[in-house]
């Protein structure tokens, strides 16, 4: 979409019959907001949405180092953002500009719209899909502020933890932003307490832990104490399918993410082979859009949240949380897919982070911009990775153990990675050693047949050589096979741990009521599409196993 286009559907007009049908269906009534009065501010949770009568809205960003007008909502126009769905904090604050007329309407009132006036609900959710792109593109906004070094792993984790949560923020490089002196001088801190957060002239925290940083910002949302139809453990694409349809289908839902939704679908930058996105779509817009539709439907996800055990009472999954809460689950689904193995060669450890990503998109990207890069691994996941990467390197090396990147890869990558001139195959290939000081400089690489060595100047490795599955916080009575995938199924029908008079169905584990589904199941296609139709596939038995309960 070009900017004009993306400019009217952020800000459409909402037309006499169409303002009156939302006032009626929210039994909204005219209010009056004075000159300079505040609609709603920056930092407010479920604020309200207010559709303009008369008069004008100021919508003001405070996050930079000066006050910026960022839309002037007239008659006809609305405020809001995706906040409204995903019930985080507003980035920016409504102000009245001369005396003006609104219809306003609570969070809960608009999200019943949303689902049941379709024609009113696509202008509203387009708008405020295109309103965070908007900002999230916009040189002027500035969002939150993290200081710190591109050598520093704490930084480069804040950084990770916020992109992958599409929390909008600017980072400001210690070895080479301009402004750093000045903006230390301002919050009152000195290099050594980077990475430091800051939000408009306040200075939030210093190197905070995630979970630190997300009840600062107000990003996790309280869980209710009390029991859901279904919990899901994991918000990858199996993870939030199943929120979409759970929820959707009037189950009470809530979903437990240990560190951002999207899972590893959230780390591509560009899926080519799910279906309906034909020039393909990146993992953070599809994950992006799914928590929209969850939150949409009423799902509840709580992130960061680790689970890290599971207690079963009577015919209740007791969901044991890594700060010591308990979630109750009538049905349970584990889909908490698989983690990219660790690289293991020598010094990896210290430059994980300042070096050694398991990763490619823009946060790490930005980091080796016009240098050379090292892939290693050659299945789809490492050629994505190569791709994209040769986009922002000067080059990118792939590292194989094997002799033919066809064995392992989709045609379709190999084909565009022997066009790209800046990609270089290395077949038969390990790296054997990592050196640097404080950060990554420089690898070692040996060719497994002639044992030939070389050293490859680089600041970042990109691994990608397979994947283990996240299934070491479950009890025995979740049967897994060899390698640590659940089992599901019929079969399990002889497990000691099945205590139920019916056969396992098609997804549920070796405990009546509990499911898996995605890359973490034992025989899954490792794929977001079938994540994606696994997820939605277990509420159907989820309803099932409620209804013999
Ligand atoms: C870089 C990359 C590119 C890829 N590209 C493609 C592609 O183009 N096409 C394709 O079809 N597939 C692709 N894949 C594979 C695809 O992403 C996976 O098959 C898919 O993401 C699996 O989804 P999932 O929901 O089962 O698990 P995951 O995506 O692994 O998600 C699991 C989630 O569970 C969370 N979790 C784990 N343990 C816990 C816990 N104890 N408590 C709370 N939360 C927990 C994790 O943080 C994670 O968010 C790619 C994978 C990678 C890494």
């Not at 480069?156 to 932003?177: C, G, P, Q």
């Not at 809460?325 to 450890?349: F, N």
């Amino acid at each position: 979409m070009n900017e004009h286009n993306l400019l009217s559907v952020a800000f459409p007009k909402l037309d006499e019959i169409q303002i009156s049908q939302l006032a009626g269906c929210t039994h909204a009534q005219p209010k009056l907001f004075r000159d300079g009065q505040t609609l709603f501010a920056v930092g407010e949770r479920n604020m309200n949405f207010f559709v303009v009568k008369s008069g004008e809205v100021e919508i003001v960003d405070y996050s930079g180092d000066e006050r910026k007008t960022i839309a002037i909502h007239r008659p006809g126009e609305f405020t809001g953002d995706i906040s409204h769905l995903t019930g985080l904090p507003a980035v920016v604050s409504g102000i009245a500009r001369g005396d003006c007329e609104v219809y306003e309407i609570t969070g809960d009132a608009l999200r019943q719209v949303l689902n049941q006036c379709p024609a009113i609900s696509d202008i509203i959710l387009q708008a405020f899909i295109a309103r965070r792109q908007l900002l999230r593109e916009s040189p002027n906004f500035t969002g939150l502020r993290v200081i710190g070094s591109r050598y520093s792993p704490d930084t480069f984790r804040v950084r990770d933890f916020l992109s992958k949560n599409r929390i909008l923020f600017t980072w400001v490089d210690v070895e080479n932003d301009p402004n750093v002196d000045r903006l230390l001088r301002q919050f009152g801190v000195t290099e050594s307490d980077t990475p430091v957060v800051a939000c408009g002239a306040m200075l939030l925290l210093r190197n905070p832990s995630n979970r630190q940083l997300a009840d600062a910002i107000g990003i996790r949302q309280p869980l209710d104490d009390l029991v859901y139809d279904l919990v899901v453990v994991g918000a990858g694409p199996a993870g939030l399918a199943a929120a979409v349809y759970g929820a959707s289908e009037g189950l009470r839902t809530a979903v437990l993410e240990q560190t951002a939704p999207g899972g590893q679908a959230g780390s591509s930058m560009r899926i080519e082979n799910y279906l309906g996105f034909p020039t393909g779509l990146t993992g953070s817009e599809l994950a992006g859009r799914a928590i929209l539709q969850a939150n949409k439907f009423g799902a509840r996800l709580s992130v960061p949240t680790l689970v890290n055990r599971l207690a079963f009472e009577n015919a209740y999954t007791l969901v044991r949380l890594d700060g010591g809460e308990t979630v109750t689950a009538k049905c349970l689904l584990i889909a908490t897919g698989a983690d990219y193995r660790r690289l293991g060669v020598a010094g990896a450890d210290r430059f994980e982070g300042t070096g050694v990503y398991y990763a490619a998109t823009l946060a790490e990207a930005h980091l080796c911009q016009g240098s050379q890069v090292v892939v290693v691994g050659g299945g789809n996941s490492a050629g994505q990775a190569a791709v994209f990467l040769s986009g922002h390197a000067h080059s990118v090396l792939i590292v194989i153990r094997g002799d033919d990147l066809y064995k392992s890869m989709s045609s379709y990558l190999v084909q565009r990675i022997e066009q790209t001139p800046n990609i270089e195959l290395l077949c038969n290939t390990t790296i054997r050693q990592m050196n640097g000081n404080g950060h990554l400089a420089s690898v070692d690489i040996v060719h497994s047949k002639t044992g030939e060595e070389q050293t490859v100047e680089t600041p970042g490795v990109f691994s990608f050589i397979g994947a283990d599955p996240r299934t070491s916080w479950l009890p025995p009575e979740i049967e897994r096979d060899g390698k640590g995938f659940v089992r599901t199924g019929a079969d399990l029908a002889r497990s000691p741990y099945w205590t139920s008079g019916r056969h396992p169905l098609l997804l549920e584990t070796s405990r009546p009521g509990v499911f898996a589904a995605g890359d973490v199941r034992s025989g899954s296609v490792k794929r977001v599409a079938s994540a994606v139709g696994e997820g939605a596939m277990a509420v159907q038995f989820v309803h099932e196993h409620l209804r013999h309960m």
